[in-house]
């Protein structure tokens, strides 16, 4: 069995992404790790050229300045990389995402028990959304998502996120998946308040939006919340000191808006049902 490992990247310094990080933690699964580095004014390319690793193969590329249509420039770079995997699997990590190193053995040994059985297309992880401090996590959005695909299938991500398979060139759906036994440490609404601003006004025009200035993490339903008492991936540990934001003060005039309420009402059920409503891009294979 042989496991691809890709991702893309651009200003992912100057903007604060635990890249590095990211990269480090997914090596020992994968046995070649593609990484598209898109036109930046950082240091990004250097810093990924350093990581001392034969796995690692650097793709430079363009962004389309002028798709500005729902994120389809990130679906791009991420087929970019996307289409250079030669494995069996190709697992996508953004370079915000971590892998645990008590996961590792997991999910490889998830991807050699499900290589040949075909109806598995795809492999989701258990995520941590960071939000604010590493001490919190958001639940409003997705909690379950796949990060790894089956190289052999027709598959797309339109914005760079989640996957669509193409059956007979005319239809798309989400791909039939299985637990890939891991988790996966989303880190990047915890940087620094100064690079997540930085972030956010440059990745604006690539949705068709422009963003006001990002003045703090406090504008949010607490609700959304809950505290985090689990252990961080080991390689995080600087990161996390040097980069993160240490303190979370919601904001006391925040207005709870028509999709807090719903989510207030759909948490609450999720509570009584013991059962997770959130959104899934996958159909899960027994």
Known sequence: M???????????AANGFPFEESITS???????????????DDDTLERVYAIESSKIRVIQSQWNESMRDRGFVYGQQ???????CSGDWAFYLEGDEVVHEDDRFHIRKTMEDNLSNLEVEALYFDFFHFYGTP????????RKAP??????IRSIAPDGLFWIVMEKNKRGRYPKAKHANGRIYHYGHCRSVEKMNKKLMQ?????????????????????ELRPFDGDHPKVMEHWLKTEAERVF???????????DYRNRIRFWLEEKLNFEFSKKHYKVIK
């Open 147 to 152: 990060r790894i695909i089956r190289n052999s």
């Open 78 to 84: 991420k087929m970019l990389a996307q289409y250079n």
């Open 135 to 142: 001490k919190q996590i958001g639940i409003s959005g997705y």
């Open 2 to 12: 042989k496991v691809s490992g890709f991702t893309f990247l651009r200003n992912a």
């Open 203 to 223: 990745v604006g025009k690539y949705w068709g939006s422009s963003h006001e200035a990002f003045k703090g993490y406090g504008s949010i339903d607490v609700a």
């Open 26 to 40: 997914i090596l020992p699964i994968v046995d070649e790790f593609i990484c598209v580095v898109g036109d930046g």
């Open 249 to 259: 003060q919601p904001d006391p005039s925040y207005k709870l808006s028509r999709r």
